[in-house]
């Protein structure tokens, strides 16, 4: 599906991540890797360090924690809020909506939407969309879309093929209106008859908890997993990528009217380094306009990835001037978004740790 | 599909000196989901085919792993 939208823009972006930063060199033992393994390991994907929330913190606190630092830094008003966009895959409860948990602890009025998406890799473009949407029927003043992922807590901490590419974060984006026309092109494609290449098979009503689904197996080698951690198909997952993502990247600059060389930043998701660089080399773009140490230094949180991209490379161009950005996300569902649009000068672009007072 | 460098690869991959035709992939030490995805991201870049998991989980020997990659080229 493509679409432009018109008269709309991204005005601030906040990135919260956990101060708890671990190390491969640190961890690799719980793993039962040999030294060998770890070093090849390391090697492959770049492994250094991720950031991980203690078990009493969740997505929504990370969030919270950004869109309180706005507020009180002056950035955002409350009575500016006209919706509340969270989107995650590590919710607090089933129900009520976590947007709602968000909306009371804030003390917000009741004209406010409060809208929960469950996305993971996609979920940064896809609540965009969702707020580019809210903004075009709407006489709202501004949205802040939610991205929170602490999917950390989703997998066993000796799993050595999730574990050291996770990481937990939450990020808060501030979309409002225009006068400037600032086009933005989306490209999103679905496609649920991969849907089992990504998933957590247990835990909700097809397969609801039991102490069965709990119990851990070995998958491969020293891998333990229980049915309510995340199951990813390695191979499946690398030639979706590989196979689906270049061309569409290609068809949303054909459809904006750009160039891989007008393109300043390819901003992507980061599964890993790996298959970034793999990306880079296939769509001959070159490693510097395209990120991929997002995983090295952070680890994979999910829908967080592409803001934490962006504060984290282009935070303080972005807070000055305009950069011609093409973003792509692709992962769970399976589903796959690029989008291309002028992003900045950002009244905020940056990374805090979360420090609750 | 030029054999001898595809065997050159697949040496680099499991990070060893030579590897015959004849040789059975899982007694290399290094041949683990790393190596596989490894092979599959070279089977992409220099090949321009995509193999599946289950593809590469039926193949003994490396000279079975050189058809597969030939046969999905044509």
Redesign the interface.
Known sequence: MKNIFKNKKISAIISVVPKEEYRFDDEYPLFKLTED?AK??KK?MSLDRHRIAPPEVCSSDLCLYGLQRLLNEGTLKKEEIGALVFVSQTPDYFMPPTSNVIHGKLGLGHDVVCLDINQGCTGFLLGLMQAFLLLEISALPKVVLLNGDTCSKQMDKCNR?SYPLTGDAGSVTVIERCEAENPIYMDLKNDGSRHKAIMVPAGAYRMPSTPETLKLREV??GVLQNLEHIHM????I??FT??DVPPQIDDTLAFSGDTKNSIEYFLLHQPNP?ILK?MA??MKIPQEKLPNNIVSLFGNCSSVTIPLNITFNCGEHLQRESRRICFSAFGVGLAWISMVMNVGPLKVCKIVDYEPV | MDKIKFYEQLAKILDIEEVKPEDTLKDFEAWDSLAILSVLAMADSTYGVAIKAEEIRSVVTAAELANLVEAKKK
Not at chain 1, 233 to 236: C, E, M, S, T
């Open positions: 393994k090849r390991f492959m093929v491969d080698e198909d390695g191979a499946a690398f030639n590989m196979g790996f793999q080399d296939k």
